[in-house]
Nanobody, 114 residues
Framework: QVQLVESGGGLVQFGGSLRLSCAAS????????MSWYRQAPGKERELVAG????????DYSDSMKDRFTIARDNAKNSVYLQLNSLQPEDTAVYYC???????WGQGTQVTAAS
């Protein structure tokens, strides 16, 4: 059974940083690409970043690539999203996603406030 569990969200001041984690289980993690999405209030869910399995090559939404970094640790079956220089528009629920299984995590709330 494929499961994704996010953690690491919270309230942070403008310009602050957070590191989100996603623990995966139920499949051979290293073989598959992983993604992070986010959904702000009243908006559609949007892609933040993705990372390939074994090769680890990553890709980002243009508006976020200078501040966010995706990484994975295949030994820990985990994918991470480092968020830097957080701005009000980054306030959203952040979701981990595995495209091969079309499975979402439950999401973790990130709130950037003054």
């Amino acid at each position: 059974q494929v499961q994704l569990v996010e953690s690491g969200g919270g309230l942070v001041q403008f310009g602050g940083s957070l590191r989100l984690s996603c623990a995966a289980s139920g499949f051979t993690f290293s073989r598959y690409s992983m993604s992070w999405y986010r959904q702000a209030p009243g908006k559609e869910r949007e892609l933040v970043a993705g990372i390939l399995g074994m090769g680890g090559r990553s890709d980002y939404s243009d508006s976020m690539k200078d501040r966010f970094t995706i990484a994975r640790d295949n030994a820990k079956n985990s994918v991470y999203l480092q968020l830097n220089s957080l701005q009000p528009e980054d306030t959203a629920v952040y979701y981990c996603y595995v495209p091969r299984w079309a499975r979402w995590g439950q999401g973790t709330q990130v709130t950037a406030a003054s």
